[in-house]
């Protein structure tokens, strides 16, 4: 069964080796999540994602990240605990230092399996990076349209401010979700951080009500082969 620590001892064997041919980063997130809906309903998830990327000419390259999500505990006891994988390919281009484009196929073992098509970019100006996406999730069950933005600024060398917006919108009045958070993220050093974020969920299931709740997550990403490249893309499927 694939397992959380498989992503560190892959990735750690791989930095080494490609350092000479084109490696440009690799980095690991390991994540807690916890989502209250405010009406005594919470159930939490650990979160550990990889990327890899690989430079094979001076613009263009492909960076591959694998996930694994857990569901660990919740307030209901009868609710079944699922796991979600993933893999995706990042095929990039960069159009300038400091911007890079590419597009993204993805797959995922959520509903028993989804594809994710997407256009995706990073620009940084100064302190302020900006990384966002936009896609179709291919699913035999629920099809929907994907938009990601997030921004991070660095308010001194080692606090970074957060801000994300995730929604995901599903085809035949099937409804949405969308997840709007705020957070900081502290460098210990040039290869790990730790960070923050409270988010708000809005849940809607084609119904004319929504559900509202909150999503308070923590972190830690830690750079392999050095310190993690801002450019590299941080793709997720989960919350």
């Given at each position: 069964m694939f397992k959380p620590y498989h992503l560190a001892t892959a990735f750690s064997l791989l930095a080494a080796p490609l350092a000479a041919q084109g490696f440009e980063g690799a980095y690991l997130d390991f994540q807690y999540q916890i989502y209250n809906d405010g009406e005594g309903f919470t159930i939490d998830q650990a979160e550990a994602i990889a990327h890899a990327s690989y430079g094979i000419s001076p613009n263009f390259g492909v960076q591959i990240t694998l996930g694994h999500a857990q569901d660990v505990a919740s307030s209901d006891p009868g609710l079944e605990f699922r796991s979600t994988n993933l893999i995706a390919l990042h095929t990039y281009y960069d159009i300038a230092p400091?911007?890079?484009?590419?597009?993204?196929?993805a797959y995922d073992t959520y509903n028993d399996g989804d594809y994710l098509y997407a256009l995706e970019a990073v620009h940084i100006a100064g302190d302020l990076r900006i990384e966002g996406r936009v896609g179709r999730f291919d699913s035999a069950f629920e099809p929907a349209t994907l938009v990601d933005l997030m921004l991070s600024y660095s308010a001194t060398p080692a606090l970074?401010?957060?801000?994300?917006?995730?929604n995901v919108n599903y085809d035949n009045g099937l409804g949405f979700y969308t997840v709007a958070s705020l957070g900081l993220s502290y460098n210990v050093t040039q290869k790990i951080a730790l960070y923050a974020d409270y988010g708000f969920m809005t849940?809607?299931?084609?119904?004319p009500d929504s559900y509202n709740g909150s999503l308070i997550s923590a972190g830690v990403t830690i750079a392999l082969g050095g310190p993690r490249n801002p450019m590299m893309f941080s793709y997720s499927p989960y919350y």
């Open positions: 400091t911007t890079r484009v590419a597009a993204l196929v970074d401010l957060r801000a994300a917006l995730h849940n809607n299931f084609g119904d």
